[in-house]
């Protein structure tokens, strides 16, 4: 299956640890990175005070199911310091799938498309990065969304490495 995955980081070496959740996903039985966007700097979103992100949106590929992918970034998550303490609140990384194939879910662990990533330009700027034309499994064309003139969402690095 092929699968496009949304990754951030805002404490500590940013840019590090975004290229060590690549590494580390490439690690994981199953998970294959194919490509990455550029790297966004970005605003935080949510309301909680706290330093700028960095996010890219990596294309994989993987036979897992869709749980056994969550489990599998929620590792990586975990490997790199991840803690979940406040909602949309700092992280060393954050990975989140955004869609997979053309497949719909919608239960309590997991929700693809993710419900949110229409509403994110921290999402939506790397992945036209990737994909100039992009089209949710419910036939919604993301080019269509509206991004205003200054999104938060500013370049910051060439894409991370996807080679194991």
């Given at each position: 299956?092929?699968?496009?995955l949304g ?10 640890t ?7 996903l ?7 990175v194919?490509r990455s ?13 706290q330093?700028?992100f960095l996010?890219?949106?990596l294309e994989i590929?993987?036979?897992?199911e869709?749980h ?8 990586v ?5 991840r ?7 700092p ?11 053309a497949?719909?879910i919608?239960?309590?662990?997991l929700t693809i498309?993710?419900p949110r990533?229409?509403?994110r ?10 994909h100039?034309?992009p ?7 993301l080019?269509?969304v509206?991004l205003?003139?200054d999104?938060g969402?500013?370049p910051?690095?060439p894409?991370l490495?996807?080679?194991?």
């Amino acid at each position: 299956m092929d699968a496009l995955l949304g990754i951030g980081s805002n404490l500590g070496d940013r840019l590090e640890t975004l290229q060590r959740g690549v590494d580390l996903l490439n690690a994981e039985p199953g998970i294959r990175v194919t490509r990455s966007s550029r790297v966004f700097e970005t605003e935080p979103v949510g309301g909680v005070e706290q330093p700028t992100f960095l996010n890219a949106v990596l294309e994989i590929v993987t036979d897992l199911e869709p749980h056994e992918l969550l489990a599998a970034t929620q590792h990586v998550e975990g490997a790199l310091g991840r803690t979940r303490e406040i909602r949309w609140g700092p992280r060393t990384l954050d990975v989140d799938i955004l869609s997979i194939d053309a497949l719909t879910i919608d239960d309590p662990a997991l929700t693809i498309p993710h419900p949110r990533m229409r509403e994110r330009a921290f999402v939506l700027i790397p992945l036209l990065d990737l994909h100039p034309a992009p089209v949710l499994p419910d036939g919604t064309e993301l080019l269509h969304v509206r991004l205003t003139a200054d999104a938060g969402v500013r370049p910051f690095a060439p894409p991370l490495r996807t080679d194991p």
